[in-house]
């Protein structure tokens, strides 16, 4: 079957810090990636993405590179901020040509404090 | 992209009563998904609603406990019924394309 694996939490960092949550997946088929984050108190919402091998997903100076050698959707950014707090979920969909469900890994807090 | 309603947003409900979620789609779907998030927890699938058919549920949740209605291709309900405290969490409707997936702001359950 598919699955994501996340890092556990909770990850705390000083302000500017670097961050990095590691992501890894196991996939019948030919996943598209996701990052999504939850803010505390909020709904879900979508922060980057990358549909094929080799592709950058970026937004908000977070990244995450699609690494199909080491199944691999690590997410980074160079300098976070105490805005960042929040939890992060690293997710799964196979292209099957229509919509199709998300698996999702099971999320990993960031606390950035001053 | 697609933008996904839910109502209500927030509850808190009487142990052994249904609270009816409902979601509301600004396009022609012909799937929706229906997840759970316990606090604390990661999001799990509970069923997938076709229009036109029956809902498909994932391992652990059942009809009679998740009663789901698709009366069109735009608009879904789950309906949590007979809840107790372990049914408190977030319930968000989603919807998707092959490469894509949209959320709604999600229904924030809390069982008294």
């Known amino acids: 079957g598919n699955s994501v694996t996340q890092m556990e939490g909770p990850v705390t960092l000083s302000e500017e810090a670097f961050l990095t949550i590691n992501c890894t997946y196991t996939?019948?088929?030919?996943?598209?990636l996701f990052w999504y984050v939850q803010y505390p108190g909020e709904g879900l919402q979508l922060l980057l993405k990358a549909t094929k091998a080799d592709d950058k997903g970026s937004n908000k100076g977070f990244e995450a590179t699609y690494r199909k050698e080491t199944t691999s959707f690590h997410l980074e950014k160079g300098s976070v901020q105490v805005s960042d707090s929040a939890v992060y979920f690293c997710?799964?969909?196979?292209?099957?040509?229509?919509?199709?469900?998300?698996?999702f890994g099971t999320g990993t807090r960031l606390q950035v404090t001053l | 992209s697609a933008v996904i309603s839910q109502k209500p947003s927030r509850d808190i409900c009487q142990r052994g009563t249904s609270l009816t979620i409902q979601c509301q789609v600004d396009s022609q779907v012909t799937m929706m998904f229906w997840y759970r998030q316990q606090p604390g927890q990661s999001l799990t699938l509970i069923a997938t609603a076709n229009q036109g058919s029956e809902a498909t549920y994932e391992s652990g949740f059942v009809i009679d406990k998740f009663p789901i209605s698709r009366p069109n291709l735009t608009f879904s309900t789950l309906t949590v019924s007979n809840m107790s405290p372990e049914d408190s969490s977030i319930y968000l409707c989603?919807?998707?394309?092959?490469?894509?997936?949209?959320f709604g702001q999600g229904t924030r359950l809390t069982v008294v």
């Open positions: 989603s919807v998707g394309a092959p490469t894509q997936a949209f």
């Open positions: 997710a799964l969909i196979i292209n099957t040509g229509t919509a199709s469900k998300l698996t």
């Open positions: 996939a019948t088929g030919y996943p598209s």
